[in-house]
């Protein structure tokens, strides 16, 4: 009784071996394919496409002028948290839920020769980071436009 237990116990070990064991034609198959579709990839990036020539299309300019009076300002009851003081027009350049993100970006500033300071906005729960601080709109307004370069989100805020 044991030795055919032990029999059909080895060749249903054997048969699950050889069921498992992988076919070389598969394989075979596979590299065909990868080798066809290579041929075909080689194939078009030897062919120079043919490109018609354009002609120029006349160049217009167009001269943007910043309207100081059109330019958008936030009005926000803010306080000062770190530095020294903001004017009436400030040019906000980051918002943060963290204060510890808001530092971060204040360092920044700083190192690149800015007096960027913290202000906190109660009502909405935000720390705003200031990059400048203008007492009049004209100057708050060339100073964003300068910062929206590396800061395309900047913005201006007039304190209450």
């Known amino acids: 009784m044991k030795k055919s237990i032990v029999l059909c116990a080895g060749l249903c070990i054997a048969l699950a071996f050889t069921g498992c064991k992988s076919s070389e034609s598969a394989y075979k198959k596979a590299y065909e394919k990868a080798k066809a579709q290579e041929s075909v990839q080689t194939s078009a990036q030897t062919e120079a496409p043919v490109v018609a020539p354009l002609t120029p299309a006349p160049v217009t300019q167009t001269q943007v002028v910043d309207n100081v009076d059109n330019a958008t300002v936030r009005t926000e009851d803010v306080t000062v948290v770190s530095g020294s ?3 009436a027009f400030s040019v906000v350049v980051g918002s943060f839920g963290l ?4 530092e971060g970006l204040q360092r920044t500033l700083q190192s690149a020769g ?3 300071q913290i202000a906190y906005n109660s009502a909405r729960n935000m720390y705003r980071v200031v990059a400048t601080t203008h ?6 307004v060339a100073s964003r ?3 929206r370069s590396k800061y395309p989100d900047a913005w201006l805020l007039y304190k209450k």
């Open 114 to 116: 800015y007096g960027a």
């Open 145 to 147: 436009n300068q910062f």
């Open 99 to 102: 204060k510890a993100n808001a």
């Open 85 to 87: 003081g903001l004017s």
């Open 135 to 140: 007492a009049d709109k004209a100057s708050a």
